[in-house]
């Protein structure tokens, strides 16, 4: 998909900055936007393990809307 940097994780596919949001394609095949979350893009890229940080400080933390 476009402008997305996929990332090496057992979790998450790929991710990329849609204005304020994040929108994150998972290896299941969903694609979730989280709404103001685009502040975490460059620690989650920048993070040991992606799944960990999505969890930690992304999941139930930001409103999300799935995208497919």
């Known amino acids: 998909m476009e402008n997305f940097i996929y990332v090496n994780s057992s ?3 790929a ?3 849609n204005g304020n949001n994040l929108v994150i394609m998972f ?3 969903g ?3 989280y709404m103001g979350a685009a502040c ?3 620690n989650l890229l ?3 393990s992606k799944g960990k940080y999505f969890h930690q400080f992304i999941k ?3 409103q999300e ?3 497919n």
């Open 60 to 62: 139930n933390k930001y």
């Open 40 to 42: 975490e893009y460059y």
């Open 27 to 29: 290896k299941s095949g």
């Open 46 to 48: 920048n993070s040991n």
């Open 31 to 33: 694609v979730y936007e």
């Open 15 to 17: 991710v990329k900055v």
């Open 11 to 13: 979790d998450l596919n």
């Open 65 to 67: 809307k799935k995208i």
